[in-house]
């Protein structure tokens, strides 16, 4: 008689993703983490700042650089996608860490405009590979049930380094020295070492690199993912509408420096609590129930800055906003994880990621169009209180486009058909 088998640590039950994989998730995270906090760093806070005194250029070049590095990024994500699935996970994001090094090590000789634009877009090039190669591995190693949860721990344990970049390299970039771009090529070395502990395929693969879940033909799997794409634009879009500019705006809302810090961490802070009920909502087979009550608390709550309440209101719209959120992060990466079929996730991916690249790049765009020629300080909150608000209506209105994977949900993971083949 085979005996009961014992309750899981607590600890366990709490990781979101298998115990034998968790390992390599962290490094792919941790791989991540550093290659953004270089970039950021480097293009955000330490280039505009010296790219005239140190390297000779005229200050556009510094933006030039930047906007040519998230073109390559985001031109390059489905390739590198398609990449994993056909070389291997460790392999590309090896390849890519490697790439962004030879980038980043080169990077003190680029006084000449051109030599700058092409290692700025042979760094995207390479970091094309970073968040398609660790956002597939958390999807395969998360535990059942758990997608939703996996993926947005390791977004908001990864956020942390974007802005720790820019915040250490606008302190260093005064010294004047080479210490800056030292840090940078050391860091960026570490995390093409890091590279390496991730998994040699990816989880859902066998030691012949062939998967175990049904491959879509090209047709159905395009039928597939282009109810996404909308979505993955505008969810980023909507996000980042204002972030550039919320410091600005602030004074015109009421707020001074503090209030608004405040506001931001009491939205975290809800956020955060209500991402472990809003989780098992996403992950509990309601990730398009998540993402459209998210997008409706979020717009609901922008919608309330337009009126320039009280600042008193404003400390409940923040939290609103931030529950909206909570909704929001799980759901679509439950979403996403559940309609993509396994087998090419990657590249279709990648693809994803490429057009939510295009919503990050325009959003402060927009936002800036909207703060000059829609009411000033209101302006930003009113466009994206308006596409929120439209992104939810979209999701119910076409709620019927978003249909499960068959090979994403019926498949047992290969992983535990490969443990009964003597696979590792």
Same mark, same amino acid.
């Given at each position: ?9 607590? #600890?366990? +039950? ?55 590095? !998230? ?15 056909? #070389? ?38 390479? #970091? ?8 597939? @591995?958390?999807?395969? $190693? ?8 996996? @993926? ?6 990864? %956020? ?32 093409? !070492? ?5 998994? +040699? ?11 175990? %879940? ?21 969810? %980023? ?18 707020? =001074? ?25 996403? =992950? ?12 409706? @608390? ?30 929001? $992060? ?50 930003? #909150? ?5 596409? $929120? ?13 978003? +249909? ?15 443990? +009964?083949?003597?696979?590792?």
């Amino acid at each position: 008689m085979t005996p009961a088998p014992r309750p899981a640590p607590k #600890f366990g +039950r709490l990781n979101p993703l298998r115990p034998d994989l968790t390992a390599g998730v962290m490094s792919a995270a941790l791989t991540l983490g550093l290659a953004e906090f270089v970039r950021n760093g480097l293009y955000a806070a330490y280039l505009t700042q010296v790219i005239d005194t140190r390297f000779g250029l005229p200050l556009a070049a510094a933006a030039s650089a930047w906007t040519v590095h !998230l073109v390559a990024d985001t031109l390059m994500r489905g390739p590198a996608g398609a990449l994993i699935n056909r #070389f291997g996970l460790r392999a590309v994001m090896f390849a890519g860490a490697a790439l962004s090094l030879l980038a980043v090590a080169l990077l003190p000789l680029a006084h000449h405009l051109w030599l700058l634009l092409l290692l700025s877009a042979l760094h995207g090039v390479g #970091f094309s590979a970073m968040w398609p190669g660790t956002m597939n @591995l958390t999807a395969d $190693a998360a535990r059942e049930g758990y997608q939703g949860r996996a @993926l947005t721990f390791i977004n908001v344990a990864v %956020t942390p380094l974007i802005g720790a970049g820019v915040l250490v390299y606008g302190a260093l970039a005064g010294r004047g020295d080479s210490v800056p771009l030292t840090l940078a090529i050391g860091i960026q070395a570490g995390a093409t !070492l890091l590279s390496l502990l991730v998994p +040699r395929q990816r989880p859902m693969q066998g030691e012949s690199g062939a998967v175990a %879940t049904p491959r879509l033909p090209t047709a159905q799997l395009a039928r597939q993912l282009a109810p996404l794409l909308p979505a993955a634009f505008m969810q %980023t879009l909507t996000l980042t509408l204002l972030g550039l500019w919320l410091f600005r705006i602030a004074p015109g809302l009421g707020l =001074d420096y503090w209030g608004l810090v405040g506001l931001l961490v009491t939205g975290g802070v809800a956020a955060f609590a209500a991402m472990p009920l809003t989780g098992k909502v996403a =992950d509990g087979g309601r990730a398009l129930l998540a993402v459209t009550l998210g997008y409706a @608390l979020v717009g609901a709550a922008l919608a309330g800055f337009v009126l320039k309440p009280p600042v008193a209101v404003m400390y409940l719209l923040g939290p609103l906003a931030g529950v909206g959120y909570a909704f929001l $992060a799980p759901g679509w990466a439950a979403l996403v994880t559940r309609v993509l079929p396994e087998a090419q996730r990657p590249a279709a991916w990648g693809v994803l990621m490429s057009v939510e690249n295009i919503g990050v790049a325009l959003g402060p765009l927009l936002g800036a169009l909207a703060y000059d020629h829609l009411g000033g300080a209101t302006g930003p #909150f009113k466009v994206s209180a308006a596409l $929120a608000l439209l992104t939810s209506l979209g999701y119910v209105l076409f709620r019927h486009a978003f +249909r499960e994977s068959p090979a994403s949900a019926d498949a047992e993971p290969a992983w535990n058909a490969g443990r +009964r083949t003597g696979h590792d």
